[in-house]
């Protein structure tokens, strides 16, 4: 069943998000996520509650949901946002503290307790109208909110002050101006909040703006005469035909037809150097065309594009849970009615002790405005976005939150190969042909018929350079896990392509890189040479400056590793490895250290998901894509340190944020519970809280994590 996707406004605080998730269990949907950051909700149907119904259900919960579909016409309403709530309440909050300067300015008319009720009910009824709403449907859940706490307070100062307006009891009763405040001080404090919120999603933001573009659509009318005309790129389908002009952005994932441009990938990979392309190399939505015009295919429709895949695994990890997450999450759940107690007591004891009822109400009336569980829940999505943002926007991919987490514990780092530590881009360097009965044009029809039907990058190397043709047939043709390849002609003859491990009992030369065999007789070796990445000693010097052990793990033969790992100053050497034992040796250095493994083949795929963090390169095969932790976008090794960093400085953010979220609410209560504190200054307290969880989370922007 298709995954459901939803955009809900109201989400403010981590009770929010338990309120939403617990209800879409309740009803039975499965998979749910719920992102505090963005509104982002998605889960999969049950099938037993439809659609329309889950919808009424959450805002009933006092939430807006937006589903996407065509004419979907929304609710309309008064308030667009807190920033409108909280300019309306102003203009009447205003006038209502000005009374307290009745003494120096001539405004005695603000004196009159009906003159305050008049400009107490606007903002009374805005505020109830969101909180109060808000707080009832949580209340009704099981959850309560944060806006339990504001619409009781609220309300308590409005009833005590209606009272004493009734009664004439006089000045010393009357609080109207306490109940304005408050509400229009939490609407100020959630609109900051908005605010930073959205600070923290500015690069993911960037990166969807790049999702909308105009296109230029090739047609052919019934002369069959090209025409080109406008068209938005969510409307292109598979295999569409476009031109893409220099200067232009491209709109599509799409493969290049006729014409060669310079392009710029820096939103994909964060490198802004420009890269040359040619007929049938591949151009990714959203990079920049800087030279040259192209015709080109669609390849992959806007919601199926390499930035659309990166933007929704980028959301999906943020509505995941990092374990930090789930100590704050815990005392969310519990946190409003153990506010609501010790408000209780807080009033109960200050009687008792202060012997008036008015103070007594008031420092309770603090307590409950005071008391911030939004500060616990957003400690951890603000800075995992952020941090998740800045990594996305320089061509790092985090596929979930815990990676980043786990990142503080890693203490070795093993790397593969091919492909990894070296280009993966081979030339064949020597080859010699042992069988006399084959000539070269033989021989190298033999290698290419049989290594096509590889995916490694020695064998795709060397089809590349010897393109023969015709192409021998084969009976039966599969992989040698770790080997090579075998294969069966029509006249049942066996040959194999592969490692030294099927020429031993051949060949005493165990340093060629293939080794050619029919019917177990040697026919020939080919030699290819790879080079070094140009950052591979950078990298493994800088992890070895943080005290990180680095080992080399490949299927590549024992001398040829150890040359590269003297050549970059690597710890460690296991070499002659086929996947299977990479995939043990990686699970018994897991056990004993965190270990994060960084490869890009088929093989190394099992040894990725084994490890700590699995890191795998955007030109890997797509199985190694799928089963790593971490992704790196810019066509090598050189962001790995930023990965290392961004991990360990985002688990600090949290930290700190947990931190100030514990110590702000352990602290304010109680000086709130002695009568240090004013209601109406509680308030604006309570919303600042938020906001500096917000600006140290958006210092990880420009934070120097290297």
Not at 9 to 30: F, P, W
Not at 199 to 223: C, E, P, R, W, Y
Not at 693 to 700: D, E, F, T, Y
């Amino acid at each position: 069943m298709e995954q459901i996707n939803w955009k809900v406004d109201g989400i403010s605080c981590a009770n929010c998000v338990l309120t939403i998730r617990q209800y879409l269990e309740k009803e039975g949907v499965g998979n749910v996520q719920v992102n505090m950051m963005d509104g982002d909700v998605s889960f999969l149907p049950s099938g037993n509650t439809p659609a329309d119904k889950l919808q009424k259900g959450i805002e009933a919960l006092g939430y807006t949901v937006h589903t996407g579909k065509a004419g979907e016409v929304p609710r309309k309403k008064i308030f667009k946002n807190h920033k409108q709530r909280f300019l309306f309440c102003l203009i009447f909050t205003l006038p209502l503290m000005l009374h307290m300067f009745h003494n120096v300015l001539p405004i005695h008319w603000l004196m009159n307790p009906w003159v305050q009720l008049a400009l107490t009910l606007p903002v009374l009824t805005v505020g109830m109208d969101y909180f109060g709403r808000s707080a009832v449907q949580s209340l009704k859940n099981g959850i309560p909110n944060m806006n339990v706490l504001v619409t009781i307070g609220a309300l308590a100062a409005f009833v005590y002050s209606l009272i004493g307006a009734i009664n004439q009891w006089g000045h010393d009763y009357l609080f109207f101006e306490t109940t304005a405040t408050i509400i229009t001080l939490v609407f100020m404090g959630n609109w900051l909040e908005e605010t930073s919120v959205q600070s923290t999603q500015k690069a993911l933001n960037q990166l969807a703006k790049s999702q909308k573009v105009m296109a230029n659509m090739i047609a052919f009318d019934g002369d069959h005469q090209e025409a080109i005309f406008p068209i938005e790129n969510t409307q292109l389908k598979h295999g569409d035909l476009i031109l893409i002009k220099s200067g232009e952005q491209v709109p599509a994932d799409v493969k290049i037809l006729t014409g060669s441009a310079t392009v710029n990938e820096s939103i994909i990979t964060g490198e802004s150097e420009p890269i040359a392309k040619n007929i049938k190399d591949q151009l990714i939505g959203g990079s920049i065309l800087i030279d040259g015009n192209v015709r080109a295919q669609v390849i992959a429709e806007a919601k199926d594009s390499v930035l659309a895949n990166i933007l929704n695994l980028v959301r999906q990890a943020q509505s995941e849970k990092a374990p930090v997450q789930q100590l704050a999450d815990k005392i969310s759940a519990v946190f409003v009615p153990v506010v609501l107690s010790i408000a209780a007591l807080t009033l109960l004891i200050n009687y008792l002790v202060v012997g008036a009822f008015t103070p007594s109400i008031m420092r309770a009336i603090a307590v409950l405005v005071i008391a911030c569980p939004c500060a616990m829940g957003l400690a951890t999505p603000a800075a995992i976005a952020v941090g998740l943002g800045r990594a996305a926007k320089n061509g790092v991919l985090f596929r979930n939150a815990r990676s980043l987490e786990l990142f503080k514990n890693i203490q070795q780092v093993v790397f593969d190969k091919t492909g990894t530590l070296t280009t993966g881009n081979f030339n064949v360097a020597d080859y010699r042909i042992i069988d006399q009965q084959y000539d070269e044009h033989s021989f190298k029809q033999l290698v290419y018929s049989l290594e096509k039907y590889s995916n490694h990058p020695i064998a795709v190397s060397i089809t590349q350079h010897w393109k023969v043709s015709p192409l021998l047939r084969w009976k039966k043709v599969e992989e040698m896990k770790g080997v090579g390849m075998q294969a069966w002609d029509e006249a049942n003859n066996f040959y194999q392509a592969g490692s030294y491990d099927i020429a031993k009992e051949l060949i005493r030369e165990s340093y060629h890189n293939v080794y050619i065999l029919k019917n177990g007789v040697l026919i020939g070796w080919i030699d290819v040479k790879d080079e070094i990445r140009a950052e591979a000693k950078e990298v493994v010097d800088y992890l070895k400056s943080k005290g990180i052990k680095t080992i080399l793990l490949s299927g590549d033969r024992k001398e040829k590793c150890a040359a590269l790992a003297e050549h970059i100053r690597l710890d460690e050497v296991i070499a002659e490895k086929k996947p299977a034992e990479k995939l043990a040796i990686i699970e018994s250095l897991t056990k004993n250290t965190p270990t994060a493994m960084v490869g890009d083949g088929i093989n190394d795929a099992p040894a990725l998901a084994k490890a700590t963090i699995g890191i795998s390169l955007s030109d890997a095969s797509h199985v190694a894509m799928q089963t790593a932790d971490v992704v790196l976008m810019n066509h090598g090794i050189k962001n790995l340190p930023l990965a290392l960093g961004l991990g360990k400085h985002t688990y600090k953010t949290i930290q700190q944020n947990l931190f100030w979220a514990f110590i702000y609410n352990i602290i304010a209560i109680p000086i709130a519970a002695v009568g240090l504190l004013q209601p109406m200054f509680a308030a604006l307290v309570m919303g600042l809280s938020d906001v500096v969880l917000g600006i140290n989370s958006v210092r990880l922007f420009k934070k120097k994590v290297l």
